[in-house]
Each structure stands twice: as C-alpha cells, then as structure tokens.
Nanobody
Framework: QVQLVESGGGLVQAGGSLRLSCVVS????????MAWFRQAPGKEREFVAS????????YYTDSVKGRFTISRDNAENTVYLQMNSLKPEDTAIYYC??????????????WGQGTQVTVSS
C-alpha cells in the first residue's frame, strides 16, 4: 500500500509564496509520475502539475505556468510544489497523487489527504 502525506499549506496574502511537500511511503513505484491537483470549493478537482520520477520532466496547467514549480527528491520519496505570486483564485485544497500519469484524476491510483491553501486579497 502507498501512503502520501502532504504538508505546507496555510494562509498567505496575494503575491506571497508557499511550498508544499508530499512524502510517499510504503510500496513506491519508481517509474510512476507524481502530480499535484487542487480542488476549490464547488469546483471539480483539477490538474496543477506533474513530474516524472526518471527524467524529471515537468508539466503544468496554463494558469500556474511561470508561478509554480514542481520538483522531486527521489532519495527522500518527496515531491514539492513551490508556489510564487499566489492569487486568490489559487485558493483550494491541494492533493498529491501517484500511481499513474497524465492530467486526469482517474489516471492516478493513490492520493494524499490534501492540504488547504488560502490566498487572501
């Protein structure tokens, strides 16, 4: 079984920064991508960013390009999401996911419990 635990969320003013972390434990899948999704109140969960474990190739949704950076530490089984220039519309619960690939929720098998990010205007 794979467990994912996110941390680093909180309340920040618009223009500020946060760094989310996701530690993966249990049975790890070295060839699987890691991804961040988010879900705002009343909206569906959406893809934010992903990174491959092997080459570290990254993908971003258009709304966060240039502001967010996904990275990973394979030795520590940890993936990060550095979020800069935060906007109120970035407010959401952020989820870490693995055991799959792509940009759709159904493509990932394992999920963390989520961490709340709130950006005030």
């Amino acid at each position: 079984q794979v467990q994912l635990v996110e941390s680093g969320g909180g309340l920040v003013q618009a223009g500020g920064s946060l760094r989310l972390s996701c530690v993966v434990s249990g049975r790890t899948f070295i060839n699987y991508n890691m991804a961040w999704f988010r879900q705002a109140p009343g909206k569906e969960r959406e893809f934010v960013a992903s990174i491959t474990w092997t080459r570290g190739t990254t993908y971003y949704t258009d709304s966060v390009k240039g502001r967010f950076t996904i990275s990973r530490d394979n030795a520590e089984n940890t993936v990060y999401l550095q979020m800069n220039s935060l906007k109120p519309e970035d407010t959401a619960i952020y989820y870490c996911a693995t055991g799959g690939g792509g940009t759709a929720v159904v493509q990932y098998r394992y999920w963390g419990q989520g961490t709340q990010v709130t950006v005030s205007s």
